[in-house]
């Protein structure tokens, strides 16, 4: 992508060519135009240019190809301007072999003298034909011309303008004025004559080198009957865009966002999966809650247990990990866990005031788990054949309006500016793929800059709007595509189905299922009971099992809870209180595997009312605790 716009831009701005006739001193002292104008904006221009000097062998002439129409109203102030194409078509040089470029905006001519390198004068005649495009102003036409060219590189001596207009127009209307960059010198200088339809202006000094001489009149709508028009090339950039902002939607679709189906219900997380793998491979994010729901297994694994001490927790170490079956990513947290105590227990309180630092290395930890063994990586790499088809449409979409751009306005500017819009929203969309930080920032800030150049040309600078904001809208999705095809892999994605499966049992389960599973293990509801947290069901999976029988985990100790009083609703009132505590102080951890992107479930937030109930319910849990 970016070799085909560094193609285009070297292609652009190489170097248009100026007026020049060999290496030798010269001087222009004539340069007479003809230009004929017909009813359908079409013209035909004859120019008669004689130079003199000591050696001339080659003469450059630069021929615009595109218009800018300025139109004001009675006082003289700019109402609009309006930036058309123009065709150069049917270029002739009489006796001279020449050469025609095309370059944005313009043509290059350049005329090779038939006898060698020619001394004293030297006359040559260049003709060539213009068909003007429609300015898409409704209410006035216009004439609009630089008729003697701006950035010839001597001075002339001479010069002689003849424009015949097809039909009669308003005398009041014509102006003639001679231009020196963007600066109008007005008519002084020029005297300017009008007989029936033919207006001829005659220079009475020399013109200085780079000042030009431009035509503008302002005609009645209708003026002109049959003119080309750019509305073939608006319609192509509009049902271009739309329909391949349709096609990144469905590749995004197809392959770039976590499918949410599953094939059957599971009564247990797969293979052995632990809360905090299964908050991960739910949406690529290591959070506090999945660190949370990891204290809450060691506690029901017989490693830890939790008792309540007035308005704080303390978490205990009950037993040393088993050096065989542990995973880098526990022990991690569970050493540095209680370092952050006296070494056999921690409270929320000593916590909070701790860096974490072995919160975030367990984090960490945890991805790499995955994404450092093919067989266990949820989510593809950075380059994937999706994000490869992202890209070729993105490119594809990138030239049309390019072609389309260019076309409808011939400006060299809007071709610039396309080209650094479109590298600017591709290097934002690649910049941001696995960033986070700075350079997240930078990818947001890049396609910013894209739109804001896209919106200024095409809105404010040809005045397309309907185009424009669709342009906007496939730069918009290119940069999402490219950025977020997260997709997963084949094992993620059978990972995600049977966890959907699971989550969706404790969402489902009824009172007569659970009776059964209560009555083989006594101990489920404190079992699933960490899965259910980190999958945001905690709430409703307390509620499902209150009117049935079930011990009280020996793990966490209460004043206000006993065998005797024990239901699950209650405990789970005082357990959130403790799993809000604990994800307060490690709020500030959150690991994520910048490879999901689109690819994971935002479940947390989205997904599931409960953890808003979870939230309601920890505020009550606390004012018990304060009432005790």
């Known amino acids: 992508m970016m070799l085909v716009l560094a193609l285009l831009l070297t292609m652009i701005l190489a170097p248009c060519g100026t007026a020049k006739a060999g290496t030798a001193a010269f001087k222009t002292t004539g340069f007479n135009v003809r230009i004929n104008v017909n009813t359908d904006n079409t013209a035909t221009?004859?120019?008669?240019?004689?130079?003199?000097?000591?050696?001339?062998?080659?003469?450059?002439?630069?021929?615009?190809?595109?218009?800018?129409?300025?139109?004001?109203?009675?006082?003289?102030?700019?109402?609009?301007?309006?930036?058309?194409?123009?065709?150069?078509?049917?270029?002739?040089?009489?006796?001279?072999?020449?050469?025609?470029?095309?370059?944005?905006?313009?043509?290059?001519?350049?005329?090779?003298?038939?006898?060698?390198?020619?001394?004293?004068?030297?006359?040559?005649?260049?003709?060539?034909e213009l068909v003007c495009f429609d300015d898409t102003v409704n209410s006035s036409d216009c004439f609009s011309s630089m008729v003697l060219p701006q950035d010839w590189?001597?001075?002339?001596?001479?010069?002689?303008?003849?424009?015949?207009?097809?039909?009669?127009?308003?005398?009041?209307?014509?102006?003639?004025?001679?231009?020196?960059?963007?600066?109008?010198?007005?008519?002084?200088?020029?005297?300017?004559?009008?007989?029936?339809?033919?207006?001829?202006?005659?220079?009475?000094?020399?013109?200085?080198?780079?000042?030009?001489?431009?035509?503008?009149?302002?005609?009645?709508?209708?003026?002109?009957?049959?003119?080309?028009?750019?509305?073939?090339?608006?319609?192509?950039?509009?049902?271009?865009?739309?329909?391949?902002?349709?096609?990144?939607?469905l590749l995004w679709y197809r392959f770039g966002r976590a499918k949410r189906s599953f094939s059957t219900v599971e009564k247990e997380p797969p293979d052995a999966m632990t809360p905090p793998e299964a908050g991960y491979i739910l949406d690529g994010v290591v959070g506090a809650k999945d660190l949370v729901s990891m204290v809450l297994w060691f506690c029901d694994r017989g490693y830890a247990s939790i008792k309540e001490e007035g308005k704080d927790w303390r978490i205990c170490r009950m037993q040393d990990l088993p050096a065989e079956q542990v995973k880098d990513y526990q022990?991690?947290?569970?050493?540095?866990?209680?370092?952050?105590?006296d070494g056999d227990s921690v409270t929320l309180e000593a916590l909070k005031k701790q860096d974490c630092l072995f919160s975030r290395a367990a984090a960490k930890q945890l991805i790499e788990y995955f994404s450092r063994n093919r067989k266990r990586r949820i989510f593809p790499g950075k380059v994937t054949m999706q994000r490869a088809a992202a890209c070729l449409v993105t490119v594809a979409g990138f030239l049309m309006v390019f072609f389309g751009v260019h076309s409808m306005s011939g400006d060299l500017v809007a071709d610039v500016i396309v080209i650094a819009a479109a590298g600017l929203c591709f290097a934002g969309g690649v910049a941001g793929i696995g960033g986070d930080g700075r350079r997240n920032l930078l990818s947001w800030l890049l396609l910013a800059v894209s739109l804001a150049l896209l919106g200024w040309m095409l809105i404010g600078r040809l005045h397309v709007l309907v185009a424009g904001l669709l342009v906007l809208?496939?730069?918009?999705?290119?940069?999402?595509?490219?950025?977020?095809?997260?997709?997963?892999?084949?094992?993620?994605n059978e990972a995600l189905q049977r966890l959907l499966g699971f989550r969706e049992y404790i969402r489902?389960?009824?009172?007569?299922?659970?009776?059964?599973?209560?009555?083989?293990?006594?101990?489920?509801?404190s079992n699933m009971l960490p899965y259910a947290y980190v999958l945001g069901t905690a709430k409703k999976w307390s509620k499902k099992f209150e009117p049935i029988s079930t011990p009280l985990p020996d793990w966490y100790a209460s004043p206000l809870l006993t065998e005797e009083n024990f239901d699950t609703w209650a405990f789970f009132r005082r357990l959130?209180?403790?799993?809000?505590?604990?994800?307060?102080?490690?709020?500030?951890?959150?690991?994520?595997?910048t490879l999901s992107a689109f690819g994971g479930l935002r479940h947390r937030k989205a997904d599931d009312q409960d953890a808003a109930g979870q939230d309601e319910e920890t505020g009550k849990a606390e004012e018990e605790n304060e009432d005790a």
């Not at 022990?331 to 105590?341: I, Q, S, W």
């Not at 496939?474 to 993620?492: K, P, Q, W």
């Not at 389960?509 to 489920?524: H, M, W």
Request: glycine letters at 8%.
């Open 576 to 593: 959130a209180g403790f799993t809000k505590a604990l994800a307060a102080a490690l709020a500030e951890i959150e690991a994520k595997d």
């Open 473 to 492: 809208l496939f730069a918009a999705a290119s940069y999402l595509v490219v950025r977020f095809m997260g997709g997963r892999t084949r094992y993620g």
């Open 153 to 249: 590189e001597t001075a002339i001596d001479k010069a002689v303008i003849t424009l015949t207009m097809p039909k009669k127009f308003a005398r009041k209307n014509v102006k003639i004025e001679a231009v020196q960059g963007n600066e109008n010198l007005g008519s002084d200088g020029i005297k300017t004559s009008i007989q029936g339809r033919t207006i001829t202006s005659r220079t009475t000094r020399t013109l200085s080198k780079g000042t030009g001489i431009k035509a503008e009149i302002n005609l009645p709508e209708g003026y002109f009957q049959g003119e080309r028009s750019a509305f073939l090339y608006r319609i192509m950039i509009i049902a271009g865009c739309l329909l391949l902002s349709i096609i990144l939607a």
């Open 45 to 128: 221009v004859d120019e008669e240019i004689t130079l003199s000097g000591s050696a001339i062998d080659t003469l450059t002439r630069r021929i615009p190809a595109r218009s800018v129409i300025v139109y004001r109203d009675d006082a003289g102030k700019t109402i609009k301007t309006v930036r058309t194409p123009v065709r150069v078509e049917n270029i002739h040089v009489e006796n001279d072999s020449f050469t025609v470029k095309r370059r944005p905006g313009s043509r290059i001519v350049t005329i090779k003298n038939q006898g060698g390198n020619a001394k004293g004068k030297k006359t040559y005649h260049l003709s060539y």
């Open 508 to 525: 489902m389960a009824d009172g007569e299922k659970l009776v059964q599973e209560a009555e083989n293990n006594p101990y489920y509801y």
């Open 331 to 341: 022990k991690t947290f569970f050493d540095g866990l209680f370092a952050a105590g």
